[in-house]
T-cell receptor, first 109, second 113 residues
Framework: DAKTTQPPSMDCAEGRAANLPCNHS???????VYWYRQIHSQGPQYIIH???NNETNEMASLIITEDRKSSTLILPHATLRDTAVYYC??????????FGPGTRLSVLP | DAMVIQNPRYQVTQFGKPVTLSCSQT?????MYWYQQKSSQAPKLLFH???????NEADTPDNFQSRRPNTSFCFLDIRSPGLGDAAMYLC????????????FGPGTRLTVL
C-alpha cells in the first residue's frame, strides 16, 4: 500500500508557482521521498528526491518538513506542459516503488 | 542520450494469442522492471530483474512472464492475453539496488480484441 496521501487534483495558473503537498506521517528514518510525474500517455518522469534536506534541481524544489512527515514539491513557474499526474512516493532502502493515485495538476492559461 | 526504449509503442493482439513486449536500455543499469498501468490507475509493479535474478511480485498472474537475455534487453511475455490485460506496460531501469532512482520508458499500450 502507498504510504503517502496527496490531494487528488489541483489547479495552477500558468506562470505561477505550483505547490504540491504530500503527507507521509509514517515515514521512517531511512526512507526517501521521491517525486515523479506522468504526462498523459507517457512513462513516469523522475523529478526529484530527498531524505532530510531540501533539494533543488532544474525542474523543481523539494521542501521536507523538519519532522519529515510531509513534503511539498514546488514548480517555480508552471507552464501548460507541466499538466500531469504527480506522484509522491516514500521509498524504503532496498524495496520497490509503490505508486499511489497521485495529484492531477492542471495548469490553466 | 542514454535512455529506455520500448517497442512497439502500440500493440494489438487477439484474445488468447501470445504477445511479447520488448524493452531495451542504453543506461547499462543492473535492474529492469515491468509495470502494468490500467486506465486511470497508478502503475503496478509486475516483476523485476536484478542482473539475472528474477523477482516476481506475489500477485502477478502466472500468465505474465519475463526474460532478460542480456543487460540491455528485457521482454514481457503474456501467454494468453485476456480482455483484462489491456493496459499500458511500462519498463523501467535503475542503476543498482532496488531503491535507486528508476528511469521509465515511454510505455507500450496493449489492446486485446
Amino acid at each position: 500500500d502507498a504510504k503517502t496521501t496527496q490531494p487528488p487534483s489541483m489547479d495552477c495558473a500558468e506562470g505561477r508557482a505550483a505547490n504540491l503537498p504530500c503527507n507521509h506521517s509514517t515515514i521512517s528514518g531511512n526512507e526517501y521521498v521521491y517525486w515523479y510525474r506522468q504526462i498523459h500517455s507517457q512513462g513516469p518522469q523522475y523529478i526529484i528526491h530527498g531524505l532530510k534536506n531540501n533539494e533543488t534541481n532544474e525542474m523543481a524544489s523539494l521542501i521536507i518538513t523538519e519532522d519529515r512527515k510531509s513534503s511539498t514539491l514546488i514548480l517555480p513557474h508552471a507552464t501548460l506542459r507541466d499538466t500531469a499526474v504527480y506522484y509522491c512516493i516514500v521509498l524504503p532502502y532496498g524495496q520497490n516503488f509503490v505508486f499511489g493515485p497521485g495529484t492531477r495538476l492542471s495548469v490553466l492559461p | 542520450d542514454a535512455m529506455v526504449i520500448q517497442n512497439p509503442r502500440y500493440q494489438v493482439t487477439q484474445f488468447g494469442k501470445p504477445v511479447t513486449l520488448s524493452c531495451s536500455q542504453t543506461l547499462n543499469h543492473n535492474v529492469m522492471y515491468w509495470y502494468q498501468q490500467k486506465s486511470s490507475q497508478a502503475p503496478k509493479l509486475l516483476f523485476h530483474y536484478y542482473d539475472k535474478d528474477f523477482n516476481n511480485e506475489a500477485d502477478t498472474p502466472d500468465n505474465f512472464q519475463s526474460r532478460r537475455p542480456n543487460t540491455s534487453f528485457c521482454f514481457l511475455d503474456i501467454r494468453s492475453p485476456g480482455l483484462g490485460d489491456a493496459a499500458m506496460y511500462l519498463c523501467a531501469t535503475s542503476r543498482d539496488r532496488q531503491g535507486d532512482t528508476q528511469y521509465f520508458g515511454p510505455g507500450t499500450r496493449l489492446t486485446v480484441l
